[in-house]
């Protein structure tokens, strides 16, 4: 199989300029993986935003004060390991959370700041954001339920990073990709990466096809029977 890409530098920008995420998500479906898609109300806050890179999964959990004794050390720090996780994040990761309510936001402008400074390349939140007008003047790439001021301080902490964590039902693990857009968030496994993108690729070609066939009059019975596309 001929490859389109040499690295995930040069994959990630082709998948930004030719393809768009439920062309992956079709490929998915042939490949049997057809449980992908995270909750369909979790969307880039920008809708022109696409997101797209290795996940970097962070697991949160509630709590019910800024810090407390207990038999854990981590009910000590406020946030958890938040800090941990942000400063954690290389170039080309999305930071993935997921394991708090939506009681409060998990994702805010200084923590934007922090991770473009990191090179990452998006956050997806099972949960909800603040600071909208911060995040969306910065230019980074965020999806979540939606905005939401309250402070996770009190509320919540990050209790660990780089650990498989569950979406709907579906699991992510450190380095598959996270691609959204506008019509939804995809986890591609990583080990179906190489045919997932490869297979896009091909129908993104073949889709050009069909639709200048449509242009031209072709009904979509004969394209379909034609093509085998739609």
């Known amino acids: 199989m001929d490859k389109y890409w040499s690295d995930d530098n040069e994959l990630f920008s082709l998948a930004k300029e030719k393809l768009f995420v439920a062309l992956v998500g079709d490929i998915l479906d042939t490949m049997g993986l057809q449980h992908q898609f995270l909750h369909q109300q979790i969307k880039p806050i920008d809708s022109r935003s696409v997101i797209i890179g290795r996940a970097m999964p962070v697991l949160e959990a509630d709590f019910f004060h800024h810090s407390f004794e207990g038999n854990n050390p981590i009910s000590e720090k406020q946030f958890g390991l938040m800090f941990n996780a942000l ?29 473009m400074h990191c090179g990452a390349a998006g956050a997806v939140i099972h949960g909800f954001h603040r600071d909208t007008n911060e995040i969306l003047h910065s230019g980074f790439p965020v999806a979540s339920f939606g905005s939401y001021a309250q402070d996770q301080g009190p509320r919540g902490k990050v209790v660990d990073w780089r650990v498989p964590i569950e979406l709907d039902g579906i699991r992510v693990n450190p380095g598959d990709v996270i691609y959204g857009d506008r019509d939804g968030v995809l986890i591609i496994p990583s080990n179906a990466v190489d045919e997932a993108f490869h297979g896009a690729f091909e129908k993104a070609k073949g889709e050009n096809i069909v639709s200048d066939a449509l242009d031209k009059g072709m009904t979509t019975v004969e394209a379909f029977a034609k093509y085998g596309i739609m």
């Open 87 to 115: 400063d954690d994040l290389k170039s080309n990761e999305v930071y993935i959370c997921a394991g708090g309510s939506l009681r409060y936001a998990q994702w805010g402008g200084l923590m934007t700041k922090r991770a």
